[in-house]
Each structure stands twice: as structure tokens, then as C-alpha cells.
């Protein structure tokens, strides 16, 4: 007769709650789960939908939202980066330099006018007197023409068109730099969106409870203090949605900045962040980086540059062949007389012996340095593309374990819910479920980003996109 008397007592309480009562069912309590309350096992993580419910907006846009993906974002970025368009305009002014240098073949022409009043210093012995008078010119002009300088303006041409294609290289880096800047801001945006869904979540969760945790208060099946207890888990949910919000405010900024659009109209996010498989060996990035990365370019051509100068310094001593032509208009009236001159030079530089030896000297240590500085560049790249590769590496072998555990904690979150419900599990401990099922959660999403920033920072290794072969994977469809 008790034990009628519970069972009754229970049924009354559950079929209060919304629960299929024991009398309307077998002995099943906190097996069935409603999938309209909560999805069921198979789905871990918040389903993926073609379009935001909560667009990307930022403030003071009126204009429908732009669909924005990675493909555009880095198109933004390559059109609006202003580091971009600053590597850009020093390219063309190098290219200006090399016009400058060839300039020197090209003829000079001067054109001077002026008068003079002159007295003599000494006494005329005709007159007994100082003279005075004056002395015009009309007009001078002086064309002069060099013709040869033993290869110093080469070599000067030849050194400015490899700074010309260090500069291109320079360029090549600035822009492989803004690509991975770019890819990893739009990754961790993705981010910050993913926790940011996984903290709305939570508080739906908190909110459940909560509203539960007054149920069983209200039909004296557990304390006021579980009340408490829910409560303030539903506050700490709501503060971390906050929270979470917020970080992806800041991420959308540090994306815009990156893009060098901050003022950009609202946008929509349509991707999320998921597992492409890349496959490369250590081998195959280093092969890769010796043809595409710019900064291995840029090192070879200071060294050709350092080398060139050498050859430039040793012709300090050559001298320069031109001719030279004047005509000139003018005398003791403004048109009184003219005169011409017209003549060939070889021209000697002032020879300062122990000053040329020494810049032969500086030269070659500065070649010697940018030796060193090639290697040096080539030892940073190469331990740059083993440090990304590990790093991808690891999180690609983080990736199953992390949707395992994801798997495990909402098992078990839902074991804990399911005994709550009837009254056989503490708030403590459903909290703890919940606790444990939310940190499974970003940390599946934390190895997802750290698996996509490691690409991008390997592709920005070898300088070079990689293309993946194989189909996403995303969490559904892995068994």
C-alpha cells in the first residue's frame, strides 16, 4: 500500500512537470528524451543553417546586408589594405629610379643670362683710371653629352633594377602577409560566433531549469535552495553571453581593420568553421617555399645588389668621356657680340686613395653580411614552415578526439538531465554536465580554429595557397 501510495505521488509529480507518467508507461524514467525540447545524441553541436539569424550589422547602415565569405573578404583586402597599396607605390618609385639612372646618357641642357657691372681693380695706363662698364649676356647655352663612364652607370642601373625586383618581391610578402592576417581574423570571427551560438545555448539550457528547478519548489519536491542555485547558473550564462557578444563585436573589427574597410556596410557571415583535410609532407612546404616565398627572393637579390656595388666602388678611380658645346650672346651691350666653344673631355674623378680603399672594404663586409642575412632569412622561413606544419599536425590529430569528447559529455549531460527531471540528480550536478558538455564544446571549436589559423599560417610559410582535395568534414558526419 506504501509503495502504491509513492508511485502515485511520483506519477502526480511528473505528469505535472510534462512528463509521461509511470502509470502511462513502462519503466523507462530518464530514457526519453523530447527531441523537440532537445536534439537528440546524434546532433552535438547547434545544426548548421544556410543563413544567421542574428545578421552582422554595423551601426549607421541602411543597405541590405552583404553576403560575406572568406573568398571576399580577401578580396576585400587585396583591394583596400592600405600596406598593400604603400609596397605598391614604393615598387613604381624604384622603377622611377631606374629611368633616373639611365638618365645619365641622356644629353644636359643649360640655359643661363645675367649682367655685370664691372670695375677694375688695377689702374688702366691708358686712362690713368679705374674702368667701369658693363657686361651682358643675353643668353648661354650649354649642351653637354656624356659618352662613356667605363660602366658605372650600368652597374648603377643594374643595382636599381634588382632593388626593383626586391621591391616586387616586397610586394608579393605584404600581400601573402595581408592573406593570413585575413584568414585568421575571418577564422576567429567564425570563432567567436561558434561560442558566442554555444553561450545562447546555455542560457536556453539555464532558462529550462531554472523554470524546473521552480516546479519541484513549488510541489515540495526540492529545497529553495536549488532554486537559488539555477538561478544564479542562468545569471552566469546570460554574463558569459554577454561576453560572448561583445567578442564577436571585437572580432568584426579587427576583421574590418585587417581589410582596411572599418566603415563597411552590415554584412552576413555564411560560413562556419569546419575540418578540410589538407595533406603535405615536410617536405613538399619546404620545396614549395624555395619557388614562392618572396622573402627568399628578396634575400638572393641583396645579395646580387651587395655584389654589384662592390664592381661599382672599385670604379671610383675611371674617368668620365663627353663633349660639351656652349653658345653665348652678349658684351658690353646686351647684343653686341657672340662667341661659341665646342670640345671633347676626360673628365678624372678626385682620387682620395685612402677613402676608396675603405668603401672597397665597407662593400664587401656589407656583401659578406648580406650573405649571412640570407641564411639567416632562410633558417627563420624553414623553421617557420615546421613550426606551422606541427602545429596543423597536431590539431588535425586533436580533431577527432575533441568531437569524442564532445559525443561523451553530451551523453552525459543528458543522463544527468534525464535523472534531474526525476528527481533522482542534484542541481550541482547537472550543472557540472552542463558544465563539462559547454567546455567540450569550445574546445571542439578552439582545435577547429587553431586546425585553420595553422593552414593559413603554413600556406603563409611556403607562399603559397593549398588546395585540399578532400570534401569538409563537419561534426554530423563523423560516426
Request: net charge neutral.
Amino acid at each position: 500500500m506504501i509503495m502504491f501510495k509513492k508511485i502515485l505521488t511520483l506519477s502526480l509529480i511528473l505528469g505535472f512537470i510534462g512528463i509521461p507518467s509511470l502509470a502511462k508507461g513502462k519503466a523507462d524514467i530518464g530514457n526519453k528524451i523530447n527531441d523537440k525540447e532537445y536534439p537528440s545524441a546524434e546532433k552535438v553541436l547547434p545544426e548548421k543553417t544556410e543563413k544567421t539569424d542574428n545578421p552582422i550589422t554595423i551601426s549607421g547602415s541602411v543597405e541590405k546586408n552583404i553576403d560575406m565569405t572568406l573568398d571576399r573578404c580577401i578580396e576585400l583586402a587585396l583591394g583596400n589594405n592600405p600596406q598593400i597599396n604603400s609596397a605598391f607605390q614604393d615598387m613604381l618609385a624604384s622603377d622611377a629610379r631606374i629611368k633616373q639612372v639611365w638618365s645619365n646618357y641622356f644629353p644636359q641642357l643649360n640655359w643661363q643670362s645675367g649682367f655685370t657691372r664691372i670695375r677694375q681693380l688695377q689702374l688702366s695706363d691708358v686712362f690713368g683710371r679705374n674702368l667701369t662698364y658693363n657686361y651682358y649676356l643675353a643668353g648661354q647655352i650649354t649642351l653637354q653629352q656624356m659618352l662613356y663612364d667605363f660602366g658605372v652607370t650600368q652597374n648603377q642601373a643594374t643595382i636599381k633594377k634588382l632593388d626593383y625586383k626586391a621591391y616586387k618581391a616586397s610586394l608579393a610578402a605584404v600581400i601573402n602577409d595581408v592573406i593570413y592576417q585575413t584568414k585568421d581574423a575571418y577564422y576567429n570571427l567564425l570563432l567567436a560566433m561558434e561560442n558566442k551560438r554555444v553561450a545562447e545555448d546555455n542560457v536556453n539550457k539555464y532558462e529550462l531549469f531554472y523554470n524546473q528547478a521552480i516546479a519541484f519548489y513549488k510541489i515540495g519536491m526540492n529545497p529553495k535552495v536549488d532554486v537559488t542555485i539555477a538561478q544564479s547558473n542562468l545569471s552566469n550564462a546570460k554574463l558569459n553571453l554577454i561576453q560572448a557578444d561583445n567578442s564577436v563585436n571585437l572580432a568584426i573589427a579587427k576583421l574590418n581593420n585587417v581589410m582596411g574597410v572599418p566603415f563597411i556596410n552590415k554584412y552576413d557571415v555564411k560560413e562556419r568553421l569546419e575540418y578540410t583535410p589538407v595533406n603535405i609532407t615536410l617536405n613538399q612546404a619546404v620545396d614549395m617555399a624555395r619557388e614562392s616565398r618572396p622573402e627568399l627572393k628578396m634575400a638572393e637579390l641583396k645579395v646580387e645588389s651587395a655584389k654589384q656595388t662592390v664592381k661599382l666602388v672599385k670604379k671610383s678611380y675611371l674617368p668620365t668621356i663627353s663633349l660639351e658645346g656652349q653658345y653665348m650672346r652678349g658684351g658690353k651691350h646686351i647684343n653686341s657680340n657672340y662667341g661659341y666653344s665646342l670640345g671633347g673631355y676626360l673628365t678624372f674623378p678626385t682620387v682620395n686613395g685612402a677613402l676608396i680603399r675603405n668603401e672597397i672594404k665597407e662593400a664587401k663586409y656589407l656583401y659578406d653580411k648580406e650573405l649571412a642575412e640570407a641564411q639567416n632569412t632562410q633558417n627563420a622561413i624553414y623553421l617557420e614552415i615546421q613550426t606551422a606544419y606541427l602545429m596543423l599536425t597536431e590539431k588535425k590529430a586533436q580533431i577527432p578526439v575533441a568531437i569524442l569528447q564532445v559525443k561523451q559529455a553530451k551523453e552525459n549531460y543528458e543522463l544527468s538531465y534525464g535523472r534531474y527531471r526525476v528527481g533522482e540528480a542534484s542541481p550541482v550536478e547537472l550543472r557540472d554536465a552542463q558544465v563539462t558538455y559547454q567546455e567540450a564544446q569550445f574546445d571542439y571549436y578552439n582545435t577547429l580554429y587553431g586546425y585553420n589559423s595553422a593552414k593559413a599560417a603554413l600556406e603563409k610559410a611556403i607562399g603559397k595557397n593549398l588546395v585540399c582535395e578532400d570534401e569538409p568534414i563537419e561534426l554530423e558526419k563523423k560516426s
